[in-house]
């Protein structure tokens, strides 16, 4: 079955950390690209970091940079995002999306910037709460 699960959401303090993964099964994701995307209550989904299929650098949302960070484990199947220094803005549900792109290649600064990029596949997301 081809799926995309997210784990590692959980409450943290504001300026802790967690490491949210997107394991995907059903497919070799090291082949697709991948993006991570959140949504607050009351607001639109927002992309927050997305890594291609081919050499590149990721993109980050404005507002992360220098905090988050995607990254592959091909060996688990699997994407990451750390998060660290973590703010109450940054609450809200995370989720993974994955498309096996082609061509043309579309920069990651659009698969993340444009609400009408279309992704093949979503996961049902891993909830992130940031309170003292």
């Known amino acids: 079955q081809v799926q995309l699960v997210e784990s590692g959401g959980d409450l943290v303090q504001p300026g802790g950390s967690l490491r949210l993964s997107c394991a995907a099964s059903g497919f070799t994701l090291d082949s697709y690209n991948v993006g991570w995307f959140r949504q607050a209550p009351g607001k639109e989904r927002e992309g927050v970091s997305c890594i291609s299929n081919r050499a590149g650098t990721p993109t980050y949302a404005d507002s992360v940079k220098g905090r988050f960070t995607i990254s592959r484990d091909n060996a688990k199947n699997t994407v990451y995002l750390q998060m660290n220094n973590l703010k109450p803005e940054d609450a809200g549900v995370y989720y993974c999306?994955?498309?096996?792109?082609?061509?043309?290649?579309?920069?990651?600064?659009?698969?993340?910037?444009?609400?009408?990029?279309?992704?093949?596949?979503w996961g049902q997301g891993t909830q992130v709460a940031v309170s003292s």
């Open positions: 999306a994955a498309d096996r792109g082609g061509w043309p290649v579309i920069s990651v600064q659009v698969m993340c910037g444009s609400p009408q990029y279309d992704f093949d596949y």
